[in-house]
């Protein structure tokens, strides 16, 4: 991931990545401001919320005309999605737009909390999978329900960190690495980072990217923030990649005591 410390490339459904950020394209005051913060964070794959932001009125400001789709991969989700009519028709409609298949599939379970309705979820991913899209998966953190939407075709799973949109960071950082280690698929974590250090810890827990909108967009400098997450997730995957040191219940002096004058 860096010029010094070679990194294998991110890869889904094929595709090489070399950025392991993923970033989104709401709640911004204006599709200028996205832009920079989207080049601040050198992502290479933006989710749209297809329902939220105009990708075909012309008489009003469209979202390709401050993010090139020949610059980087737009990834259509299903972000306010309550049933699995809406999803389907969301991405339906997304491919016919921009012939996007690669996507991102959320079917949410109520407005107060925005957790997934996983077995909707797993149903209408096998819809997704016989129609030809290669799908990413918003999901909770249960291990058992990861593993049979990789089963069931997903090209990646997308486990919450939080509720979307808190900010709370890593609530369950045991099932998180569960989750990794039992994996055939990357594993992005999705929903509640909050700052740079929660984008760090996913990475160091060995999963393969992470994505946001609300900690980049919401922040009170969301350039500053992209650019900051930006370099959380490289040194994260470094931290990881290096390989910590265990930790200890007593001190360890950092020079060694024998030999002293």
């Not at 950082?173 to 929903?191: M, Q």
């Not at 900690?215 to 370099?231: D, F, S």
Request: aromatic share 6%; net charge negative; charged share 25%.
């Amino acid at each position: 991931m860096s010029e010094t410390i070679p990194d294998e490339d991110f890869v889904v459904a094929g595709r090489r990545f070399k950025s392991r950020l993923i970033t989104g394209t709401g709640k911004y005051e204006t599709y200028k401001l996205n832009a920079e913060a989207v080049e601040a964070s050198e992502c290479e794959i933006i989710t749209v919320a297809v329902r939220r932001v105009n990708l075909t009125q012309a008489d009003e400001p469209l979202l390709m005309d401050y993010l090139d789709p020949n610059q980087y991969t737009f990834m259509p989700n299903t972000a306010g999605c309550f049933t699995a009519d809406d999803a389907l028709r969301t991405l339906r409609l997304a491919r016919e737009i921009g012939g996007w298949d690669l996507v991102k599939l959320e079917i949410l379970g109520d407005p107060k909390t925005l957790y997934p309705r996983m077995p909707e979820t797993l149903e209408t991913l096998k819809v997704l999978i016989k129609e030809g899209f290669d799908v990413m998966v918003y999901c909770s953190d249960d291990p058992n329900f990861c593993k049979a939407l990789e089963e069931e075709g997903a090209c990646a799973i997308m486990p919450l960190a939080a509720p979307i949109g808190s900010g709370l960071g890593i609530l369950n950082p045991v099932n998180l690495r569960i989750i990794k280690e039992n994996a055939n698929v990357p594993v992005i974590v999705d929903a509640g980072i909050g700052t740079a250090s929660d984008a760090a810890q996913v990475m160091e827990l060995g999963c393969d990217a992470v994505i946001m909108n609300t900690a980049i967009a919401e922040a009170q400098n969301p350039v500053r923030m992209a650019n900051a997450m930006k370099h959380a997730v490289l040194a994260g995957r470094d931290a990881y990649l290096a390989g910590r040191m265990p930790k200890k219940k007593y001190a360890d002096p950092s020079s060694p005591l024998a030999g002293l004058i």
